[in-house]
């Protein structure tokens, strides 16, 4: 569920694999994330490279609001959507 919902023509983050890569690879690239993401939430670990950003300065905003964008790895934005909707199931039974 997690896979779909990642938004498209965003940057990609550190590992440089985007939405787009990550809906393309099919069933079994969504196998291969789900064998991923169990290992991840059993073995309580998250991937260091998850962790990191790259920050960019946002030159397109016309006052400057947003400043500096982080730009995260698609990847752990899927494992982080995995991890909230099981915290969710779990506090919803």
């Known amino acids: 569920m997690a896979i779909p919902r990642l938004k498209k023509n965003k940057a990609s ?3 440089n694999i985007s939405a787009e890569e ?6 079994g690239g969504v196998e ?3 064998k ?3 290992k991840v939430w059993e ?18 905003s016309y ?3 947003m400043g ?7 990847c752990g934005k899927v494992m982080t959507s995995v991890i909230l ?7 919803n039974r």
């Open 36 to 38: 991923f993401c169990s």
């Open 22 to 27: 990550i809906q393309a690879a099919g069933s």
């Open 63 to 65: 006052d400057n609001y």
């Open 85 to 91: 909707q099981r915290k969710r199931s779990a506090k």
């Open 68 to 74: 500096v964008v982080s730009l995260l790895s698609h």
């Open 32 to 34: 291969m994330m789900f």
């Open 13 to 15: 983050g550190i590992d």
């Open 43 to 60: 073995e309580e670990t998250f991937p260091q490279m998850w962790k990191k950003s790259i920050k960019k300065k946002n030159e397109f």
